[in-house]
C-alpha cells in the first residue's frame, strides 16, 4: 500500500460506504480501559525508534527520516537537499543546541457526524502523538542537549469551518492532558496556534492580506495557485460544519445523487472560499515567521511532503486518514490501526468492540477493536 500524497494538504479518501443505508455492523460493548491498558496497545504500533547507522551524528538524524516507518512521500525530497539539512543540523550540534523540529496539524476532531462523533483526542491522536514523540526521543538518545517536536495545532482553521473557538480549544486541552498522562511529552511540546495567534497581533491583518493576494493569483488562473486549490477543495469541502443537516442529507449532499443540490452548493461555496483561508493561514506564517518565534531554527516536518520540508508518516499503514477525520479501528491481533469515517465503520460489516477509557469525559469510543 502507498499513501497518496500532496505537496498543499493531506489528500482526501473517499467515503466506501455512503450508498448503504442501513447500518450491518454489529457494536458490542468492549468495557474501560484504564491509561496503563491502552498504553501498552499503542506500544506496538508506535514503538521506541532508534537513529540509523552513518558517519556522522547529523547524517544519522537525516536518516531517520528516509526509514520507511516515518517517510511520507518520495525519498527524493529529503535525499536531493541533503547538503542543505546536513548543514542546519549540523549548525545546531555546533552550537550544542536541542535540535528543534516543527509540524503543523490537530486542528479539532471534523464537526462532521458521517466521520467522527467525539470532540476530544482518542486512540488515534494517541498514537499519532506518540510516534512524533519518539523522533524527538530517538535523537535526544543519540544527542545529549536533546531534540523537541513542536506540534503547532491548526486551531485557527475553526472560522474556516464553521465552528466555535470553544470547540477547538477544547481539543487542544484534551491532547494536552492526553500526552501528559500517557507519558508522552518528553520530547513533545504542543501549541496552540489560536493563543499564537493572540499573541501576534499582525497576524490577523496578514492572513487576511494574504487571502486576498490568494484570491487574485486564482483568479488570475496563476498554475500553482489552481493547483492547490484542486487539492485542497475536496477536503476543505468535506469538512465543514454543516448544522440543521441531517445525517441523510449530508449523506445525500456528499454522494450528490441530486435530491439535495442546494445543499451541496452552500457546502460547495463555503469551502472554495475556506480553501483561500487555508493557504493563505500558511502563507501568512510563513511571512511574518510566525513558528521561528517558539522554535528558532527548527526543522519543518510536513504531512504534506515536499523538497524543503520532512514527510512524516503521521500514522503507520494501513491508516489512510488523519485521527481528527474519523474514528480509531484496531485489528483483531491489535497490531495494526487504521482511521474509519464512522459512517463507513456502522456500515461496512463485522463486529466491533467500542471500548472506552477509564475517566474519558467524552461519551463516544476512544478506540474500536475487531472481533
Known sequence: MTTKTSPYIYPFTPFKYLEVTEQNTAMVDGGRLDIAALSAMAEPIAPALSLPPAETLAQRILALFTTPDILLGEASFVTSRSDEWLSRISYLIEQERPIEFTILGFPFKMPVPLKTNRRTGDFGELVSLKRLNEI???????????????????????????????????????????????GINSNLVLHDLNRVADDTPEFRQVWDSATEDIRARRDAADPATLDAIKDALPVRFHNIYNPGASIDDLRRAYLNDGTREELRA?????????????????????????????????????????????GVRPLPEPADK??????????????????????????????????????DTDPAPFVYIEE
Open 136 to 182: 524527538g526521543r530517538a535523537v535526544a538518545q543519540a544527542y545529549e542537549p536533546g531534540a523537541r517536536v513542536h506540534v503547532f495545532t491548526e486551531g485557527p482553521f475553526h472560522v474556516l469551518n464553521g465552528i466555535e473557538r470553544s470547540w477547538a480549544d477544547a481539543y487542544f486541552a484534551s491532547l494536552q492532558a492526553m500526552i501528559e498522562q500517557f
Open 266 to 310: 452552500a457546502i460547495t461555496a463555503r469551502a472554495e472560499e475556506g480553501v483561500l483561508g487555508y493557504r493563505a493561514f500558511l502563507e501568512a506564517r510563513d511571512r511574518i515567521s510566525l513558528l521561528d518565534k517558539y522554535a528558532p531554527d527548527a526543522i519543518g516536518m510536513t504531512v504534506s511532503p515536499r523538497p524543503g520540508r520532512l
Open 322 to 359: 488523519l485521527p481528527y477525520h474519523g474514528v480509531p479501528v484496531l485489528s483483531h491481533d491489535r497490531n495494526t490501526l487504521r482511521i474509519d469515517y464512522l459512517w463507513d465503520l456502522q456500515h461496512g460489516g463485522g463486529t466491533y468492540r467500542k471500548v472506552s477509557l477509564v475517566g
